[in-house]
């Protein structure tokens, strides 16, 4: 008789995912008090305090040589800090709803970014099938054929770039940081340390915040800090080692349904039927880029 497939990584699989889905409503909730370079600085600095207690913990070696750390700098740079800023910006300007959505295109832009920056492969048949769809769904997310405003539309182009930043950290971080000769625990853990201090200039020059301490967004940026920053990394790696990077990365077709989810319930805000067709078409298109579905079948 054959072994039942083990289900042990499930629990941390929906966790990892209610966590990044609810991110959006975290952003939210932290910029009732904090400034959007305040989000990304506080969620770094709780997230790397939270990572590296645990590595000490259980004694993990941490990176050490100043090329290594170059490296780490630089994905530090393009996967926490500049998106982490991004995202919190957009946010001020459109609904989480719509951030979760276009958070989506992640799978999009990495593969665009591959293809021309890196231009380590070739697009084909069906991953152009899915870079048209996952064009037309981020026009129905955004609306952009009803009219968004000026300030919407500028939210929307943080985000993009945002997700753009996350496309060219992946296969940078695959080239020069996943090679390296460290636990993902200790990567992690000084890469998101490291956002934090890239982004302490300029919470020092800026400030963090414009408003008073209130409940909400002080559990707001302690869990987006602590959980969606720090122990989704760990659910992340643990997921990966028990169900393999395959279904692991599936996490992200969730994101965006819990995000949606705790907008409307949370925040009371409105979506469109348009909306929700885009978001599936990005996701569409998220599985076509990857090669997790195939519509043509080469000959």
């Not at 409503?25 to 990304?40: E, H, M, Q, Y």
């Not at 800026?206 to 720090?230: E, P, Q, R, V, Y």
Request: hydrophobic content about 55%; some cysteine.
């Amino acid at each position: 008789m054959s072994k039942a497939p083990s289900t042990k990584w499930l629990p941390g699989f929906i966790a990892l995912g209610i966590t990044w889905g609810a991110s959006f409503l975290f952003i939210k909730w932290g910029l009732l008090t904090l400034n959007s370079i305040g989000v990304a600085f506080m969620r770094g600095a709780i997230g790397g305090a939270t990572l590296l207690i645990y590595c000490l913990a259980i004694k993990t070696r941490l990176p050490h040589k100043v090329r290594d750390l170059g490296h780490i700098a630089v994905v530090a740079l393009l996967l926490n800090a500049i998106p982490g800023y991004l995202f919190a910006l957009g946010e001020t300007h459109v609904s989480s709803v719509m951030a979760g959505l276009l958070n989506a295109t992640t799978p999009l832009m990495t593969v665009l970014v591959i293809t021309v920056g890196f231009r380590e492969q070739k697009i084909d048949a069906n991953q152009a099938i899915g870079v048209v769809v996952g064009f037309i769904g981020i026009i129905l997310v955004t609306g952009a054929f009803s009219g968004l405003s000026s300030n919407s539309w500028r939210g929307v182009i943080e985000l993009l770039c945002a997700t753009l930043c996350y496309g060219i950290s992946f296969p940078y971080s695959r080239r020069y940081v996943n090679v390296l000769e460290y636990s993902p625990r200790a990567l992690a853990a000084t890469q998101v340390t490291t956002s934090a201090i890239i982004l302490a200039p300029f919470a020092l020059l800026h400030g963090i915040t414009h408003a008073a301490w209130s409940a909400k967004s002080i559990w707001g940026i302690l869990i987006l800090g602590a959980f969606g920053t720090g122990f989704a990394y760990i659910w992340n790696f643990r997921n990966v080692r028990l169900a393999g990077s395959l279904i692991a990365s599936t996490v992200t077709y969730i994101t965006p349904v819990v995000a949606t989810l705790l907008g409307i319930w949370l925040l009371k805000e409105s979506f469109k039927v348009t909306q929700v067709v885009g978001g599936l078409l990005v996701l569409l298109s998220g599985a076509l880029v990857q090669k997790r579905l195939t519509l043509i079948r080469s000959s």
